[in-house]
């Protein structure tokens, strides 16, 4: 087997009965805001389908999984989360400008406070990244509808 170096955070592989019950509780988190029914026929499948899956009977393929993103685009966080990644929509609309200032600015309050031993290590690069991250598609949302507003786009 191949050994990576040169990673900073490898992705573990996860057994098959850790993903169930972590998209058994993604699933349920989402089911319990809008119901089993409107949950299942998002995902075009039936009742049955998504109660074996919440039970751990079936563990559902990967389509129907990803489905359940247009049901609600959290439902595969904590399954993602699992593996240390999280979900970030690759457009976004410039909306909510407040919430990605301030996100942005507590970044910038963590990226002054690790630049204060005048370094800033791979560490405190990637927990930067990751308060960032969220903030990014929305960032870009401004700068694409500033470019429109130039022509440009």
């Known amino acids: ?3 990576r ?3 900073l955070r490898q992705i573990a592989p996860l057994p098959k009965h850790r993903v169930a019950a972590l998209l058994s509780a993604g699933w349920s988190r989402v089911i319990a805001k ?3 029914g409107t949950f299942a026929d998002t995902l075009e499948v039936s009742e049955n389908t998504v109660g074996n899956a919440l039970a751990g009977r079936t563990t559902p393929e990967l389509h129907t999984a990803l489905n359940s993103l247009a049901a609600d685009p959290t439902s595969l ?3 993602l989360a699992g593996y240390g990644l999280r979900l970030a929509p690759l457009h976004a609309t410039a909306a909510n400008d ?3 200032a ?3 600015i507590n970044a910038m309050g963590e990226l002054v406070k690790a630049l204060a ?3 800033r290590d791979h560490n405190e690069t990637l927990a930067i990244a990751a308060l960032l991250r ?3 598609p929305h960032l870009v949302a401004i700068v694409s509808e500033a470019d429109g507003l130039r022509g440009a786009a």
Do not use: F
């Open 34 to 36: 809008i119901g089993r």
């Open 1 to 3: 087997m191949t050994h």
């Open 117 to 119: 031993d005048g370094n």
């Open 77 to 79: 966080d904590e399954v």
């Open 134 to 136: 969220p903030y990014l």
């Open 98 to 100: 407040m919430v990605t």
């Open 5 to 7: 170096t040169n990673v």
């Open 102 to 104: 301030a996100g942005v």
